[in-house]
Nanobody, 125 residues
Framework: VQLQACGGGLVQAGGSLRLSCAAS????????IGWFRQAPGKEREFVTT????????YYADSVKGRFTISRDNAKNTIYLQMNSLKPEDTAVYYC???????????????????WGQGTLVTVSS
């Protein structure tokens, strides 16, 4: 599967953005799709993921209640709605996919073997 993320931009603190991750392939609904982010000088970190099949959703504590992940299998697209953005949300956001996610590793970037190119989100204070 090939992934392409878009929707990043510059927004003021408290504002909102919606990221999209478009995927190729006919088995999209089976993939677990996650969002990760990497701020300058920091390691890539887990944001949220939605499992293939069950559509179970998991969030990092830092975004719970502010971010919402959803999927539209008819459009082969994953969305990340980000509300109440904070300056510390500034990062390059990546979507990633895997067919073999298990609960114990679903928050780890190494569990995902397909990655999009990233989209920059900048939140000004």
């Amino acid at each position: 599967v090939q992934l392409q993320a878009c929707g990043g931009g510059l927004v003021q603190a408290g504002g909102s953005l919606r990221l999209s991750c478009a995927a190729s392939g006919r088995t999209f609904s089976r993939y677990t799709i996650g969002w990760f982010r990497q701020a300058p000088g920091k390691e890539r970190e887990f944001v949220t993921t939605i499992r293939g099949g069950s559509n179970a959703i998991y969030y990092a504590d830092s975004v719970k209640g502010r971010f919402t992940i959803s999927r539209d299998n008819a459009k082969n697209t994953i969305y990340l709605q980000m509300n109440s953005l904070k300056p510390e949300d500034t990062a390059v956001y990546y979507c990633a996919a895997t067919l073999t996610a298990i609960l114990s590793t679903i928050r780890q970037s190494t569990a995902y073997n397909h990655w999009g190119q990233g989209t920059l989100v900048t939140v000004s204070s």
